[in-house]
């Protein structure tokens, strides 16, 4: 199949009702489908920087951001690192040192993640 066969198809798929949804409900639906598919599939992107220290600024960018799907998803393509690694950073980020084990609360990269929340103004 080529491109505008493939569009073809999609559009015809666009058009179809829905569950009674409005159109703006019906796109939302789309963005949420699109979105969760992307996420599923992101283990076959390269992941260049899987396993690599994280630098100060990376996690104060990350951090700055809401820690929605989108910004994980756009942060791991970014960064090309995992969309799980993300989402594990803003967890940390969040998470109070009185409710970690006592060997999270001496791991380096959380120590890192806390550090820069801090700095940020974030709680947790």
Do not use: C, H
């Amino acid at each position: 199949m080529n491109k505008k066969e493939f569009k073809l198809e999609v559009e015809e798929l666009l058009k179809q009702e829905v569950d009674n949804l409005t159109f703006e409900e019906k796109i939302e639906y789309i963005k949420k489908i699109l979105l969760d598919y992307e996420i599923e599939i992101s283990s076959e992107r390269v992941l260049e920087n899987k396993g690599k220290k994280w630098e100060d600024y990376e996690l104060e960018i990350i951090l700055n951001s809401a820690p929605s799907k989108e910004n994980i998803l756009k942060y791991a393509k970014l960064f090309k690192r995992g969309y799980g690694s993300i989402e594990q950073i803003y967890r940390w980020a969040y998470t109070p040192f009185k409710n970690m084990t006592d060997e999270r609360k001496n791991d380096s990269f959380i120590l890192q993640i806390k550090r820069i929340a801090k700095k940020i103004g974030l709680r947790g």
